[in-house]
Each structure stands twice: as C-alpha cells, then as structure tokens.
T-cell receptor, first 114, second 118 residues
Framework: DQQVKQNSPSLSVQEGRISILNCDYTNSMFDYFLWYKKYPAEGPTFLISISSIKDKNEDGRFTVFLNKSAKHLSLHIVPSQPGDSAVYFCAARGYNTNAGKSTFGDGTTLTVKP | DGGITQSPKYLFRKEGQNVTLSCEQNLNHDAMYWYRQDPGQGLRLIYYSQIVNDFQKGDIAEGYSVSREKKESFPLTVTSAQKNPTAFYLC?????????????????FGSGTQLSVL
C-alpha cells in the first residue's frame, strides 16, 4: 500500500499563474514532509520542508501547506516560471526516521508554458 | 565545491554480468544511500550506510551489494541476480542519523546513473 501518494502525474500551467501540487499520506506517524525538485537526468534537489507542528512554510515563491487532519499537503508556486518545469517529489518521514528512509511519492511533472 | 559525484552517467550491462556504480561525496556526511527510480515511480531505497564498515538493506536489496570502506565512497554493485536492472540509480547522503535536531535533515543527491541492459 502506497503511503505517500501524488495523484496527479502531470500538471500544466501558464507562466505567471499559480501551480498547486498535491500530496496525500496515510501513515499518521509521519511528521516531517519535504518537497524535492528533479530535472531530467539529474538528481533531485531539496526545495522546501514542513514539520507537523506547523501548517505553513514559505520560501520565496514556494509555499507548502500541511493539513494534518486530512493528511494532505500541497506545494504552491507563485508566480510559476518556465524554469520551474520539473518533476516534484513529495517525501515524508517520522520523527525518528533518518532522511534517507523517507517515503517518496511517485512525483508530479510540472510544465510551465511561456 | 562540495557535493556528490556519481559515475558513470550511462552504463550498459550484458547478461550475467556484474556492474559497479560509483558514488563519492565530499560533504563529510556519515550517512549514504542508494535508490532506484523507475519511469513514473518514486525513489525506492536499495541500501544505506550510516557509518563506515556498516550498511543495511533497504526495501529492494535483492540482486544488489554495497561496501563502505571509506566515509567518502559508497559503491553499488548490480549483480547478475538482479533480473530487471534497467533503471535510474541515485546516490544520496545526509548528516548522521542521531543528530538532535532531526527536522533540518535532508538528502543531497548525485546526478544519477542510467543503467540499461544490452
């Protein structure tokens, strides 16, 4: 059973508009969530994270929202830029789990059209 | 520049052949990891090592082997027992597991190796 799900394999938005990427999880022991961004033929890079004690974390154009009761998080990118076109992975782990044993979703491919 | 270097970028394996993927890091991280990514799927953990001369199986270790003789290096061997080796392989590192402020811990990835079967 997949514990971290990104139900939208792909998303296409116009440059300058908002991109919203969603992630759902089932394991109530998860309390730290991260988003990684991946370009083709490259390794993922860390983008933004959020702890379960918060419901929002913002870093420039990127904001992550966490709804613990719904076991749902979302990544908002405003405004979207063509360089944001990449695969975005949601990852989750418990408090005492090391970073490498996070559970990853399957990714959402974002395409930002000029 | 600190980072993780994976080589080669592309690798081809013949039937019955073992191949070794290299991963080197100069971030002074204790923990290192190997993942496999198949098209349209997330990352799956193959092996990980938290300290030199120690490593643990991940979720999909069958058909793979690793060694950790130096802190900087964590090579992965894809053995002939791995019947479906075609995938994108990623190496990553992070700070040591037992840090008191775990919430800041994140992964640093190499650029990956694409392994294909001839």
């Amino acid at each position: 059973d997949q514990q971290v799900k990104q139900n939208s394999p792909s998303l296409s938005v116009q440059e300058g508009r908002i991109s919203i990427l969603n992630c759902d999880y089932t394991n109530s022991m998860f309390d730290y969530f991260l988003w990684y961004k991946k370009y083709p033929a490259e390794g993922p890079t860390f983008l933004i994270s959020i702890s379960s004690i918060k419901d929002k974390n913002e870093d420039g154009r990127f904001t992550v929202f966490l709804n613990k009761s719904a076991k749902h998080l979302s990544l908002h990118i405003v405004p979207s830029q063509p360089g944001d076109s990449a695969v975005y992975f949601c990852a989750a782990r418990g408090y005492n789990t090391n970073a490498g044993k996070s559970t990853f979703g399957d990714g959402t491919t974002l395409t930002v059209k000029p | 520049d600190g980072g993780i270097t994976q080589s080669p970028k592309y690798l081809f394996r013949k039937e019955g052949q073992n191949v070794t993927l290299s991963c080197e890091q100069n971030l002074n991280h204790d923990a290192m990891y190997w993942y496999r990514q198949d098209p349209g799927q997330g990352l799956r953990l193959i092996y990980y090592s938290q300290i030199v001369n120690d490593f643990q199986k991940g979720d999909i270790a069958e058909g793979y082997s690793v060694s950790r003789e130096k802190k900087e290096s964590f090579p992965l061997t894809v053995t002939s027992a791995q019947k479906n080796p075609t995938a994108f392989y990623l190496c990553a590192s992070s700070t040591r597991e037992w840090t008191p402020f775990r919430s800041n811990e994140k992964l640093f990835f190499g650029s990956g190796t694409q392994l294909s079967v001839l």
